[in-house]
T-cell receptor, first 114, second 113 residues
Framework: SQQGEEDPQALSIQEGENATMNCSYK?????LQWYRQNSGRGLVHLIL?????REKHSGRLRVTLDTSKKSSSLLITASRAADTASYFCATDAVRTSGTYKYIFGTGTRLKVLA | DAGITQSPRHKVTETGTPVTLRCHQTENHRYMYWYRQDPGHGLRLIHY???????DKGEVSDGYSVSRSKTEDFLLTLESATSSQTSVYFC????????????FGDGTRLSIL
């Protein structure tokens, strides 16, 4: 399986509730990023957390990183219908054979019901 | 939104034909990337560029070539398209390779019949 796998694959919540999605990865990283993708659009960068950081906030977003467990979580508080999208984590995997790798997970599809 | 334009946005073509996708940026960013997005696989890096005429392979580069003759343009070419290359292709740009967000275009939906 690939680096950067999100869990759950799909999540459906009511407006106003919190949404939590998780990302696990396999190898050491320098940083981890979270992106959002609305249907039919490109990915939009949300937040970057470095390997020496444990938590980061941006508006209603809270990201945590646990390098000992090789996992990260994205919490969206007080969700809105406009938060409906797919969310991806991305990690800068260790380079092998000189080939640069930047790995995206398969995403969590979040649906916020009004 | 970052100034990234992908063209065409949709294309249908036949197996064996050559296909070129274009990515144009107005941000003067050094790094440009081509990804493909398929169900169950997330985004996978095809090729990337770290400057004019400087390119390198990603994890799924077989069957694809790229060129970058100007800072603002990054071309992805399928020399002889196959049905397995049916996908949504995204271009992205970034100021640096590490510790910098990538900004994405809205994608090209390519269908190879």
């Amino acid at each position: 399986s690939q680096q950067g796998e999100e869990d759950p694959q799909a999540l459906s919540i009511q407006e106003g509730e919190n949404a939590t999605m998780n990302c696990s990865y396999k190898t050491s990283i320098n940083n981890l990023q979270w992106y959002r993708q609305n249907s039919g659009r490109g990915l939009v960068h949300l937040i970057l957390i470095r390997s020496n950081e444990r938590e980061k906030h941006s508006g209603r977003l809270r990201v945590t990183l646990d390098t000992s467990k090789k996992s990260s979580s994205l919490l969206i508080t007080a969700s809105r219908a406009a938060d409906t999208a797919s969310y991806f984590c991305a990690t800068d995997a260790v380079r092998t054979s000189g080939t640069y790798k930047y790995i995206f997970g398969t995403g969590t599809r979040l649906k916020v019901l009004a | 939104d970052a100034g990234i334009t992908q063209s065409p946005r949709h294309k249908v073509t036949e197996t064996g034909t050559p296909v070129t996708l274009r990515c144009h940026q107005t941000e003067n960013h050094r790094y440009m990337y081509w990804y493909r997005q398929d169900p169950g696989h997330g985004l996978r890096l095809i090729h990337y560029s770290y400057g004019v005429k400087d390119t390198d392979k990603g994890e799924v580069s077989d069957g694809y070539s790229v060129s970058r003759s100007k800072t603002e343009d990054f071309l992805l070419t399928l020399e002889s398209a196959t049905s397995s290359q049916t996908s949504v292709y995204f271009c992205a740009i970034s100021e640096s390779r590490d510790l910098a967000p990538q900004h994405f275009g809205d994608g090209t939906r390519l269908s190879i019949l």
